[in-house]
C-alpha cells in the first residue's frame, strides 16, 4: 500500500479551502443582497399604496367635487353603488372631512365618514374592493400586510392639520425607509418621525393608531426600537 498517496488524499489543500470559503462569501452575499433587494421593493409598494390611496382621494374630488366621505349614503345609493356607508346626517356635505385618530385603525361604524371614505372611493371605482365592507373590514392592507387607513382629525395628527394616510404594522427599517422615500434623506441622528410631511410613531400595540399630539422624536434604530411602527403621510 502507499501511504503517501493516502495521506495526499485525505484532506484539502489550503488553496482548495481557500476557494470554498471565497465561493461560501459570495453565495451569503447574495442571499444578504437579494433579501435586501426584496426589502427595498416591499418598502416602495408600501409608499406606492399610501399613494395610490391618496391619488383616489383627489381623483373623487376631482370628478364628483365632493370630499370622498362627506356625503350622505342617499347620495352614494342614487349614483348606483352599493352599501350603506354615508356621513352623518349633520355632518353630510358641510366640506369638511372628519374621520378622528380613533377611527383610523378600526374603520369607524356605518355611519361615519371613516366608513362613508371608502364605500365612496370603492363605490366610484377609484379604488378596489368591496363598498359594502365596514369596520376594520373596509380598511385595505399594504405591501407588508398592515392596514393601511385615512384620519382628517379636527385636532390633527402627529400635531398636523389636514388629511393622511397611514400605514400600520411596519419594522423600524421599514418605517425608517418610507421617511426617506417621503421625505427625503434622513437627518444624522436618524430621526425623522416628528418632522417633516411624514410622521409616525412606534409601539407594542399594532395596529397603533396615531395621536393628535407631536410624536417623540425617536432614532430609527433597529437593535432598540423592536416594535411596530405606524406611519402617516399627508395627502
Known sequence: ????????QAGFT?????????????????V??????????????????MKAVQAAYNGYIDRYKSLPG?????????????????APVATAGNGVLNITAAETTT??????EAAAFWRALRGSGLLAGDPTAVAVAALPRHAA?????????????????GTFVCATGLSTKQAASIDALVDGALPASNIGNNAGGLRGASN??????PTTAVAAGLAYNETTTTTPWTVCMKI
Open 1 to 8: 500500500m502507499n501511504y503517501r498517496n493516502r495521506s495526499r
Open 14 to 30: 489550503l488553496v482548495e479551502i481557500a476557494i470554498v470559503l471565497v465561493i461560501i462569501g459570495l453565495l451569503l452575499g447574495g
Open 32 to 49: 444578504l443582497k437579494g433579501q435586501e433587494l426584496i426589502e427595498n421593493s416591499k418598502t416602495k409598494s408600501i409608499v406606492n399604496d
Open 70 to 86: 362627506d356625503e350622505a349614503a342617499a347620495t352614494m345609493t342614487a349614483r348606483g353603488w352599493a352599501g350603506t356607508a354615508g
Open 107 to 112: 374603520g369607524g361604524a356605518a355611519a361615519t
Open 145 to 161: 400586510g398592515g392596514l393601511l387607513s385615512v384620519t382628517a382629525d379636527p385636532a390633527g395628527i402627529y400635531g398636523q392639520a
Open 204 to 209: 407594542a400595540t399594532n395596529p397603533l393608531a
